[in-house]
C-alpha cells in the first residue's frame, strides 16, 4: 500500500490548464482538519478523540450520551462545538453526521476551482486565515515569546524534514538572544544537547514537528521533559502524542496538496514567535541588532541594495 506521499506524487502532477481534481479525503482526516485548534484543553481532546475514534457511533449520540461516553459534562461538550467554530453541538452534531454519510458539508463542499498550483495555494490561504483567526487573541503567543527570550541557553529542536524551520527560527534569534542552540541530529545526539542545555541553565525547548511525525522528535521532547526543560510545539496537529506531551502546543497547517508540504502557516508562526521575543527585551534586542549590524558592515555580510 503506497505511503501518503507516494499517493500524493502519483495524484499531483503539475498540467497545464487542467483543472485539479476533486480528492476526497477520508473521514478521519476532515475530522482532524475540523478538531485541530491550538487551544483546546486536555477535555476539549478528548472529546475530539472519542468522535474521530467513533465517529460512525458518535455522530448519533444526544449530548447527554456523549457525555457519558467521553466522562466530561454536558457543558464541556458545547463548550467545545463552540471552540471548534460552531454554534452548538445541534450544529456539530449535523456536521459529523455530514461526515459520517459521506457528505462533505460546509465551505469545504465547494469545488475546487484552478489548476494543482491554484489549489496548492487556495490551501495555504486558508491555513493561513486560520491562524490569522487564532492570533486574534494574541496572548499566548506574547507569554510564550516572553519565556523563550528569557531562557538562556535557548534550544531549538527541529529533525529530518522540519530542519528547515528550525534553522529558520534558530538563525534569527540569535540576532536577538545570546544563547541560542540548534538541534538538528536525532537519537542520543540530540539527548546529549538538551541535556547540557538544561545544566546550562536552559528553561525552554521549541521544538518543531512536521508531517511525517518523526519517533525521534517524541523521544528527544520526553527527554527535554524528564531533564526539567519545558516544551513549546510548532506542529500541525493539536491531537495526538508530541501535543500531549508539549507544555504548550500551536497548531499550524501545513500544505499537503503537492507531493512535499508547503509550510506557510508555520513560517508565519515562527516570525510571530520571534516578534515577541524581541517585545520581550526590547533594551536588549535593540543593543544586539546595532552590533549585528556594526559587523556586517564591517565585514560586508550583504550586498548593497
Known sequence: MPSPQQARAQASAITSGRAAPATEAS?????RTLFD?????????????YLIDHLHEAAFLSITDLAD???????????????????????LRERLQAVALGGRGGPAAEENRGNELQ??????????ANLRRDFADADRVIEVGRELAASAPL??????????????????????????RLVTGGGTVAYDALLQS???????????????HAHETLGAVRVARSAGLKVALITDLALGPLADEADVAFATGTGSRLVF????????????????????????????LEEYEHVADEHQFFLRD
Not at 529530518?160 to 534569527?172: D, G, K, Q, T
Open 37 to 49: 485548534r491550538p487551544r483546546l484543553s486536555p477535555g476539549q481532546r478528548r472529546i475530539a478523540q
Open 155 to 180: 534550544t531549538v529542536l527541529g529533525l529530518r524534514i522540519s530542519v528547515s524551520l528550525a534553522e529558520y527560527f534558530a538563525y534569527a534569534a540569535r540576532r536577538i538572544h545570546p544563547d541560542v
Open 27 to 31: 473521514p478521519t482526516s476532515r475530522l
Open 198 to 212: 538544561r545544566e546550562a541553565g536552559g528553561a525552554w525547548v521549541l521544538a518543531f514537528s512536521m508531517p511525517r
Open 119 to 128: 489549489a496548492a495555494v487556495d490551501a495555504e490561504i486558508e491555513n493561513l
Open 261 to 288: 508540504d508547503s509550510y506557510a502557516a508555520p513560517g508565519v508562526m515562527c516570525a510571530a514567535l520571534l516578534q515577541a521575543m524581541t517585545d520581550a527585551d526590547p533594551g536588549r534586542t535593540q543593543a544586539r
Open 69 to 91: 461516553r467521553v466522562g466530561v459534562s454536558q457543558p464541556s461538550v458545547t463548550r467545545f462545538a463552540s471552540a471548534v467554530g460552531f454554534s452548538g453541538y445541534p450544529a
